[in-house]
């Protein structure tokens, strides 16, 4: 399919992609340009574009992302020292992939407010 998102495409397999966890609706990869020591980014298998295009069937995926989210930060050794959650959504907001992902950032002191 052309218009497939990159995401779409490590998650088929079809790129490699550092996975570190995987369930029926979403997995979680290593940030090719990680902003920080700790930089993975929870995406629904689903190719939702950005949060701006989830409807209401995709309430409960959007909770299980977060929930994801705590999981991934556990087993990275992110939970008691704190970390960033960060979704960009469209141009302004700086989203350079099509395809709804959250990005985990820690393993240092983090300021600002995004993942550059
Ligand atoms: P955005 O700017 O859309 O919020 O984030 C997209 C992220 O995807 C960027 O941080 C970028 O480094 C990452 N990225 C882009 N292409 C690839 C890729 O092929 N593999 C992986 N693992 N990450 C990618």
Not at 1 to 18: L, N, Q, V
Not at 65 to 89: C, F, S
């Amino acid at each position: 399919m052309a218009d497939k998102t990159i995401f779409s495409r490590i998650i088929d397999g079809e790129i490699p992609g550092t996975f570190v966890y995987q369930d029926e609706h979403c997995v979680a990869i290593r940030d090719i340009q990680p902003a920080a020591p700790v930089h993975v980014m929870v995406i629904p298998r689903k190719p939702i574009p950005s949060i701006a295009h989830l409807e209401p069937e995709d309430h409960a995926l959007a909770g299980h992302l977060l929930m994801v989210v705590k999981k991934v930060a556990q087993q990275e050794g992110l939970a008691e020292r704190g970390y960033r959650v960060v979704i960009n959504v469209g141009d302004e907001g700086g989203q350079t992939v099509p395809h709804l992902h959250v990005h985990v950032m820690g393993g240092r002191q983090l300021t600002g407010h995004g993942t550059a």
